[in-house]
């Protein structure tokens, strides 16, 4: 790999036109991204120098996207392009980490801006065998093992996944062995922190679940500085082998000041099952690419999502079921309320191939309109092949009802507590899926409280 020079702030910024000025400058992406690249630091670990040269010489023929990009149509980056970013530094001090326990979980990983902290982790309470850690903690064999994984799944060449891959320092590694069910979720957090600088991190994570085994996740991202603009870009790899089952809780209430891109990629082998429980709170651009492939037959995916948005926030989730294996099975449930000059979108693809004949797919997108100015774009898709299949899809954008407003009121709820309430229980059956009662209770908290 080659050395990343010392850090200059000045080769981010955007470039202008001729003539122009910054305000108005014209950013070049191709030169934007370049100049990301050129911030990488030197990785601790050497064995993954070739897969990070690798990323960096594929997302150098890349730029960032535009809204030209057909997959960014609806999400415009360009605000956050105007920011100048710096590494993020990794050995801020932590005052105090209680409010990122799960007090049901064990086992947890904390990572400072994409950098494992030891001191605010804790591993107990796991079965012999499995290994829940950093890269920084792997014997020479399970290293040899993770190499086989790291930067493996289907999608890597996208620009950001490529720019994570070709930058991240650490990573946290779940590995789950053969037949083993762990009982306590897991919680890994990934923490950012300014201290006054404006940065960027790039957290990555692993995680292996082996034949017949079961565990519960539960990743976080959320920030210690509320008024410093970031950029978080972070990957999840996920594989499931055969009979085995992963129940994922993604959260994210990153800072408004920040932006944040994330990607999930899952495998699946036969009779296994996904879920995924997605929840965009944070950031002031978010945008979370969720990809999964069914390689077995028989595999199960449910995916549900809930975007909470207000103010001028945008949020953006795209996602892919692809199935290559008959008899598949998939749920997806996705639900956005939008309130002020908000802006929610959703794409969900649903791909069938000849080979994955009797699949059984639902996908719905459902969407809630609480303001004349805020906006929801939301795109279903089906590409199907096989012809022996039982597939569907919709979508729905709507306001309140003025009849269920008026039946609470009937019977002594005043309109506005009425309003409230049917925004609780509109959100309430995405929040109802997650299986940690703590981060449950917790979340539904905080929706009374942004319902307020």
Known sequence: MSNSPE????????????????ANAKIDRTAYLANLLKLRQNSPFDWLTQTRDQAAAIAAELAIPSTRDEAWRFTDLTPMLKHEWQVAASDQALEACDSLVIPEAATRLVFMNGVFQADLSSTKGLPDGAFVGSLGQLNADQTSQVTQHLGRQTGAEEVFTALNTASFLDSAIVWIPRNTVVEQPIHLVFLSRTSGTTTFAHPRCLVIAETGSQVKLVEEHTSADKHDPYFTNTVTE??????????????QWESPMSYHVGKTAVSQGRDSQYVCNAI???ATISRHNLEVHQHGEQADTQLYGLSLLDGTRTADTHSLTAFSKPHGTANQLHKCIADDQSHGVFNGSVYVPKLAQETDAAQLSRNLLLSNKARIDTKPELEIIADNVKCAHGATVSQLEDDEVFYLQ???IAEDAARKLLKFAFAIEVIN????????????????????
């Open 280 to 282: 965009d709170l944070g």
């Open 238 to 251: 996920i594989y499931i082998s055969d009979n085995a089952k992963v129940n994922h809780t993604r959260v």
């Open 433 to 452: 899926k997650i299986p940690v009662e703590s981060l449950r209770n917790t979340l539904t908290d905080t929706m009374r409280a942004m319902s307020n």
């Open 410 to 412: 009937s019977r002594g």
């Open 7 to 22: 850090p200059n702030v000045a080769d981010i910024l955007v470039v202008p036109e001729v003539g122009g000025t910054k």
